[in-house]
């Protein structure tokens, strides 16, 4: 049997597969070039690029799983790797304090300045304390858009920041809000009475462009977004009108609605967005998950999933 791994993963992944197949590794393929050595292959161990589209699966003619060390799946095309019986397995809810955590520190970062505070001292050499007047999370309100387990464990901490939280989430009963001491309300209401609004959705066509400029207007004056979901969910050329206008005051991301382009996520590679010109516009290149901590515990339960699949000693 025979491996390949397309992105980079725990270690432990390659060192425990290798124990039972041959494991290749070919960091980030392009669709084509996927394709072309898919043929191959038993197992193919990814993340979320490139897309698994039907041309990939019908090259894999011996491809039987497929790990996904990330939570979504809506870069693969479902429907056929399950009518060529290909097993795929995510990691949900191993990433989930690693993301909370991100969420956090951005609303830290951009309720303080302390990016662009950074720059103003390392690369302008001014040390100006008074252009940068932030304000406290205590007693403000925290708008969750999606309360599974990333949700919940970001109410979790604003709670300790004594932060009011509103959470919509139409999939859980009642209790789960209850329990996370947080108030279930409607999107609507959520938009308009929150203070900070933080995206943890997966893109779907209901939730594309959630973000967008009528939902915008419903919002508080000043209000602070956060996405470290997935970028087709906001409106960027709407989101950049808001931040131009002042009606949102700060933007912080860790996703954007066109990683790829220009061959994104690659090394080297780089993209262009109006977003960039804003002040109160912050981003990473979806790092989300990246600690060490998590890439573990995904790395022992897709190992895990593989060998209870192909049913490895």
């Known amino acids: 049997m025979k491996c390949l791994i397309i992105d980079a993963v725990h270690s432990s992944i390659q060192e425990e597969l290798g124990k039972y197949m041959q494991v290749d590794t070919k960091m980030l393929p392009t669709q084509e070039e996927l394709a072309s050595i898919i043929g191959d292959y038993d197992v193919l161990i990814m993340r979320v690029d490139p897309a698994i589209n039907k041309d990939i699966l019908d090259a894999a003619s011996n491809l039987k799983v497929i790990g996904v060390c990330s939570v979504g799946l809506n870069h693969i095309d479902m429907d056929a790797a399950k009518a060529k019986n290909i097993q795929v397995f995510n990691a949900p809810g191993l990433n989930d304090n690693a993301v909370a955590e991100l969420t956090i520190a951005k609303m830290l970062e951009i309720s303080r300045h302390t990016i662009p505070a950074c720059i103003d001292v390392k690369v302008n050499k001014t040390w100006d304390k008074y252009k940068f007047m932030g304000r406290e999370l205590r007693g403000k309100t925290l708008g969750i858009l999606g309360?599974?387990?990333?949700?919940q464990r970001v109410g979790k901490l604003a709670h300790a920041f004594q932060m009011d939280v509103v959470a919509y989430d139409p999939y859980l009963p009642a209790y789960?809000?209850?329990?996370?001491?947080?108030?279930?309300?409607?999107?609507e209401e959520l938009l308009k009475v929150s203070d900070f609004v933080?995206?943890?959705?997966?893109l779907t066509p209901e939730t594309k462009n959630l973000i967008n400029a009528q939902s915008i207007t419903t919002m508080k004056d000043g209000v602070v977004v956060l996405n470290m979901a997935r970028g087709g969910i906001v409106n960027e050329q709407d989101m950049y009108e808001a931040l131009k206008s002042g009606k949102v005051g700060g933007y912080a991301s860790d996703v954007m609605e066109n990683e790829l382009a220009a061959g994104g996520l690659t090394e080297g590679a780089g993209f262009d967005s109006p977003l960039f010109e804003c002040e109160n516009?912050?981003?990473t290149p979806h790092l989300g998950a990246q600690t060490v901590d998590?890439?573990?515990?995904?790395g022992a339960h897709i190992i895990g999933k593989v060998k209870e699949t192909l049913q490895l000693a």
Do not use: L, N, W, Y
């Open 147 to 151: 309360f599974g387990r990333v949700g």
């Open 176 to 187: 789960v809000f209850d329990q996370e001491q947080s108030k279930s309300v409607s999107v």
């Open 198 to 202: 933080s995206i943890h959705m997966p």
């Open 281 to 283: 516009f912050i981003v």
């Open 294 to 298: 998590a890439a573990e515990k995904i």
